[in-house]
Structure formats: structure tokens, C-alpha cells
Antibody, heavy 123, light 108 residues
Framework: EVQLVESGGGLVQPGGSLRLSCAAS????????MNWVRQAPGKGLEWVSY????????YYADSVKGRFTISRDNAKNSLYLQMNSLRAEDTAVYYC????????????????WGKGTTVTVSS | SSELTQDPAVSVALGQTVRITCQGD??????ASWYQQKPGQAPVLVIY???NRPSGIPDRFSGSSSGNTASLTITGAQAEDEADYYC???????????FGGGTKLTVL
């Protein structure tokens, strides 16, 4: 079964740090680009960061650039998000999502999602 | 980066057809994907590309695009279709991703 499982969320004070992990199984992780997407309480989805299959290409949303670092370990089938200088507005459920491409059209899509891990930034 | 705009809420009578739209400049260059999210659950991909459905998604879900507008159509809406729907696409640079604000669908 294709699966993504996030972990590492919790309660952290403003200015603190947290490292999220996403464990992949059921597919060849090293072949897929990955994303982190978050959802603040009662709000919509917000794309956070992207990493290529090799890890050589990385992008961030302006809201987290300079504070968050995405990385991956293909040998461990794992994706990470290091979050530093956390703010109250970073409070959200964080999802990892696989970026798939249609075999027929090549169209990209986030085809597999984890259940998410909750990050709360509060004093 | 660019923005994707969705109507906050839409309602449809059981068994009728509803269209949910998404507007943005990047949609002139890139197709949108559509995600369904029910309370307390992770998003689920329902439409991607020109009009493609992942396996397991009912054929009452379809997608279309014209100019800067992408649309998700549910033909014969069911009670279980009541959910939030989000569009998603690359931004105008092609490097970043952006989600619409979401549309809450109510099935009456």
C-alpha cells in the first residue's frame, strides 16, 4: 500500500524549532518529487515547500523562506522539514504530499497525501 | 507568485449538477488539479490535468479549463460529495505551487 506518515509535530514556543518527518512506503521514494503543504485551523491549504527526487532542487513559499529547510534521505525513504524561528502563524496541520505525473499526459499532481501532523506555536 | 481565486461556498440540490470554479493568471499556462477534503481528513486528488480522474474517483467528477478559469463539475451530486474543494496549480514562474482558497460545497 502506498503510504505517507508524518511525525514530529507538537507544541513549541514562539522562536523555537521543530523537525517534521514523513516516512514513505509502498513506492520507490527516490523516484518522486515531494512537497510539504500546511493548513492552519479553519483555513485553506497552503503550499510550503518542494524538493526534487534527488534533493538538488528546492523551493519555498515566501512565508517560510529563510526559516524552514526541506530535505530528504532516499536511503531511509524519508522527507523532512526543519522549522526554525517559529511564529504563531505557523500553527497548522502539516501534510507531506507526493508529486506524481500522469503517465498519459505528463500533468503533475499531488496524488498521495499523509494524514498530517499538528504543529502548535504558542507560549 | 500568483493567486488562485475560488468562491467560498456553493450549494447544490441532491442529484443536480454543480460547477466549482478557480481563476488565476497561471491557469493560462498550467492545468489545475482539484482536491476534495472532508472534515478531519487529508485532501484527496479528484481531478488533474485536462480532465483526468485517479482510480476510484467516480465519473460524476469532471474538469475543464478555459482561459484563466478552471472548473470542477459534479454531475448528479451525492450527499457524500459535501466537502471542501481546492484547486491547485503551479504559479506563473512554474517553480512554485499555489492553492485556491477553497470552496465549501453543501449538498441540499
Amino acid at each position: 500500500e502506498v503510504q505517507l506518515v508524518e511525525s514530529g509535530g507538537g507544541l513549541v514556543q514562539p522562536g523555537g524549532s521543530l523537525r517534521l518527518s514523513c516516512a514513505a512506503s509502498g513506492f520507490t521514494f527516490s523516484s518522486y518529487e515531494m512537497n510539504w503543504v500546511r493548513q492552519a485551523p479553519g483555513k485553506g491549504l497552503e503550499w510550503v515547500s518542494y524538493i526534487s527526487s534527488s534533493g538538488s532542487t528546492i523551493y519555498y513559499a515566501d512565508s517560510v523562506k529563510g526559516r524552514f529547510t526541506i530535505s530528504r534521505d532516499n536511503a531511509k525513504n524519508s522527507l523532512y522539514l526543519q522549522m526554525n524561528s517559529l511564529r504563531a502563524e505557523d500553527t497548522a496541520v502539516y501534510y507531506c504530499a507526493r508529486l506524481g505525473y500522469s503517465s498519459s499526459s505528463g500533468d503533475p499532481n499531488m496524488d498521495v497525501w499523509g494524514k498530517g501532523t499538528t504543529v502548535t506555536v504558542s507560549s | 507568485s500568483s493567486e488562485l481565486t475560488q468562491d467560498p461556498a456553493v450549494s447544490v440540490a441532491l442529484g443536480q449538477t454543480v460547477r466549482i470554479t478557480c481563476q488565476g493568471d497561471s491557469l493560462r499556462s498550467y492545468y489545475a488539479s482539484w482536491y476534495q477534503q472532508k472534515p478531519g481528513q487529508a485532501p484527496v486528488l479528484v481531478i488533474y490535468g485536462k480532465n483526468n480522474r485517479p482510480s476510484g474517483i467516480p465519473d460524476r467528477f469532471s474538469g475543464s479549463s478555459s482561459g484563466n478559469t478552471a472548473s470542477l463539475t459534479i454531475t448528479g451530486a451525492q450527499a457524500e460529495d459535501e466537502a471542501d474543494y481546492y484547486c491547485n496549480s503551479r504559479d506563473s514562474s512554474g517553480n512554485l505551487w499555489v492553492f485556491g482558497g477553497g470552496t465549501k460545497l453543501t449538498v441540499l
